[in-house]
């Protein structure tokens, strides 16, 4: 289906390049493409227009008029604002007005087409950094503090529902199935029900109402459905279920009235009258409603319906993110730069303590001291620990020395000759999570530990503990990096006939900041390591993949979103010729994560089992299950069908209003036997997921690794850890 997209800037020449560049899109038709700034006093937009793209900088806030009057029209567009700046308030009064999208002018032209798509669907779009302030400012809008009873009652019961679906995170036609009804009758419940509020936007109206709706127990899911007439329930359907109600603040909870029980019929004992009940459950559907206290409304949509009323959805973690490298802040890092010193050790890598008695006040300044010694003691023992050996990845860049072999991506489970991480030195926060990493990874394997300077390897010692001074399970590697997350940049060691280990090089270079050092690592690390290396022109993260080591990669769409405007075909080819691999399994990422990896939800265990999370959420469920039935219907290039075997769910959350994070049980690392599992803090669903490793993996020894702060930045195990496979020896592939 192809959609018009109707261009107003007032840049004339921005505006035509925007046209040229969008009528490449096969499902994109620029219908005009006008100067914003010579417009008539009213515009009237054809029906074949499907989206608007306005510019939000007009002089005498021409757009926040024009939006509002285009709104209004009967087939409405959907209107997405372009803006040189992102102010919470400005958004805000887009939204008012009826917008359905907020882009900054210098964001990327593959977002805003990304952005353009996802409008067309239905969805509201706004600036990640501004979400939550966005949110703040429409819950404080000027008649959240009016009487609620007035807003509720002068909508009819079914505007109520049609409300209360958009508010659960519904889609208009989600709403129609729901309540039987077609979508355009959803959509005239809508019109008038935004009338009533005197909002302009779906969004607008839930956040005016949002709490009101929780409050009201009539309103919960399955509580009152389809009313009969005279606004009574229906019988026979779930809104004739008699409910408890509420009681009011001032009322005893004992004194709060039932309702009468329902007349008997002629003939009937009175005393065996029963409630009638609503339909039962479908099959495979939860029986229990959902609770709307429990779910994160953010955007009009849910994270996930969490079981525990006290974890808060929105939580305030440490995140191990360099903010002071990240392009949308440097505009602002003159003001931002004291905030960041603050809570991080900015700098550290780049210009680190020039000597031990700088190391050890470093260490004590951030709390990296563990038995809090006295400075004296500590910099004896970190003097003690100085000589410890370190070596040195070189800048030297070795020339690809396989460029036609043929090669094969070993699986995670096959043997394993070291595992790489990366020191988190401006991380003071995760230095307790990679100390058990390396205590769970050392008796499997050697572990690479990289760190940006020598200085760092004794307190990298004596933060461990004693015994690993002389310990050859332990190597310290010097080189240059951007971040600690090396599943992403790491090498893709593969297996070659003549090479024996040929680490790939892909691209990464991720828009956040610049990631050159981490994206020369591999030819780096395969240099020191005396390895082949080869390149692959492909933009290409490790955490976005699986291999079963026979010819298999399982991996998700978000890897052709990374190499667009490449088409879909060319980018299988490159990756299967580059890997060595047949079959190439591609399954649809999480909506609302920014990775789009395949190892935030699902896990190949063996050659035919993938540990995937159970589809609990209310946003991802329809992905989740549509993922597993995709692995069910596929099989390897062995031949083999896929088993796929439920995880425990963990609630996501959204740290700092900013982040959105969605841990998983699949985030785990397979060496040698070992499986390291990340663990969330839930005693139940921990144990749950250790389970079922253990049921599934029972040759292996599986090992819980808490996760809870590495989790806050989006990851966890397996995606600050990259295995290197051992050396096959000659003659075996």
């Known amino acids: 289906m192809t959609l018009g997209l109707f261009i107003l800037l007032q840049e004339r020449t921005f505006a035509d390049a925007l046209a040229i560049r969008f009528e490449r899109e096969p499902d994109v038709h620029v219908v005009a493409a006008l100067d914003a700034t010579v417009l008539p006093s009213r515009v009237f937009v054809s029906s074949q227009v499907d989206v608007v793209l306005l510019d939000a900088d007009l002089a005498d806030n021409a757009a926040f008029y024009l939006c509002q009057e285009l709104s209004q029209a009967r087939d409405a567009p959907c209107v997405i604002f372009l803006s040189h700046s992102s102010d919470p308030e400005c958004i805000v009064r887009a939204i008012r007005a009826g917008a359905a999208g907020w882009v900054r002018k210098d964001e990327s032209l593959t977002r805003l087409i990304y952005v353009i798509r996802g409008v067309a669907r239905g969805e509201t779009w706004l600036p990640p950094d501004q979400t939550g302030e966005v949110l703040r400012l429409l819950m404080r809008g000027p008649d959240r503090d009016e009487d609620g009873g007035q807003l509720l009652m002068a909508l009819t019961g079914r505007e109520r529902e049609v409300l209360l679906c958009l508010a659960n995170g519904n889609r208009r036609r989600d709403v129609a199935e729901r309540l039987h009804m077609s979508p355009n009758t959803v959509r005239t419940h809508l019109q008038n029900l935004m009338a009533k509020l005197d909002v302009h936007s779906a969004l607008e109206a839930v956040a005016l109402t949002r709490r009101l709706l929780d409050e009201d127990l009539s309103l919960r899911p399955y509580g009152r459905p389809h009313p009969g007439p005279y606004g009574r329930p229906r019988p026979g359907t779930p809104g004739h279920m008699r409910l408890r109600p509420r009681p009011r603040e001032d009322q005893d909870p004992a004194k709060a009235k039932t309702p009468p029980r329902p007349r008997p019929r002629q003939g009937q004992d009175p005393a065996k009258a029963k409630t009638p009940r609503g339909p039962r459950p479908r099959e495979g559907q939860d029986p229990r409603p959902p609770n709307s206290a429990e779910e994160l409304f953010l955007v009009t949509r849910l994270y996930t319906s969490g079981q525990r009323r006290w974890r808060s959805p929105i939580q305030l973690g440490y995140a191990a993110k360099p903010w002071w490298k990240f392009r949308r802040f440097r505009r602002f890092r003159r003001f931002l730069m004291p905030v960041f010193r603050r809570f991080y050790p900015v700098g550290a890598d780049v210009a680190p303590p020039a000597d031990i008695d700088a190391l050890a006040r470093w260490m004590e300044r951030w709390g990296l001291l563990p038995s809090r010694p006295a400075r004296a003691v500590a910099r004896r023992r970190l003097e003690a620990l100085a000589s410890c050996p370190v070596e040195t990845i070189r800048p030297e860049v070795m020339q690809d020395r396989s460029p036609g072999e043929i090669l094969r991506l070993p699986a995670e489970w096959e043997p394993s000759e070291a595992v790489v991480i990366a020191w988190p030195v401006l991380y003071p926060g995760l230095w307790d999570f990679h100390r058990d990493l390396v205590a ?172 995937m999370t159970e589809p609990r959420s209310v946003v991802n469920g329809r992905r989740l299950a549509a993922a597993a039935e995709v692995l069910r ?101």
């Not at 998700?556 to 060595?580: I, K, S």
């Open 440 to 611: 769970a990874i050392a008796p499997a394997a050697r572990v690479d530990v990289l760190i940006p300077h020598a200085i760092y390897a004794p307190a990298v010692l004596a933060y461990l503990g004693e015994g690993w001074r002389d310990d050859r399970r332990l190597r310290f590697l010097v080189t240059v990096s951007d971040d600690i997350w090396v599943r992403d940049y790491g090498p893709l060691t593969c297996i070659g006939k003549a090479a024996r280990r040929v680490m790939v090089d892909a691209v990464f270079d991720p828009p956040e900041m610049p990631f050159g050092n981490d994206d020369s690592f591999p030819v780096r690390y395969a240099a020191h390591q005396g390895c082949a290396s080869r390149h692959l022109a492909l933009h290409l993260e490790g955490g976005n993949l699986w291999s079963d080591g026979q010819g298999t990669i399982i991996t998700t769409e978000g890897l052709y979103a990374r190499n667009f405007p490449m088409p879909p075909g060319d980018v299988r080819q490159r990756l299967l010729e580059g890997l060595g691999a047949e079959t190439l399994i591609v399954v649809p990422p999480l909506r609302m994560e920014g990775t789009g990896h395949i190892d935030v939800f699902a896990k190949l265990a063996t050659p035919d089992t993938v540990l």
């Open 633 to 733: 219907a596929s099989r390897s290039a062995a031949g083999c069908s896929y088993r796929v075997v439920a995880l425990p769910s963990v609630p996501a959350h959204c740290n700092w209003g900013v982040s959105r994070i969605w841990p998983s049980y699949a985030n785990a690392l397979t060496v040698n036997h070992r499986v390291l599992v990340p663990t969330y803090g839930f005693p139940e669903r921990d144990a749950a997921a250790l389970a079922v490793y253990r049921r599934v993996m029972p040759d292996h020894e599986v090992i819980g690794v808490d996760a809870r702060i590495a989790a806050n930045a989006g990851g966890a195990v397996h995606c600050l850890t990259m295995q290197i496979p051992a050396d096959p020896g000659p003659g075996d592939p």
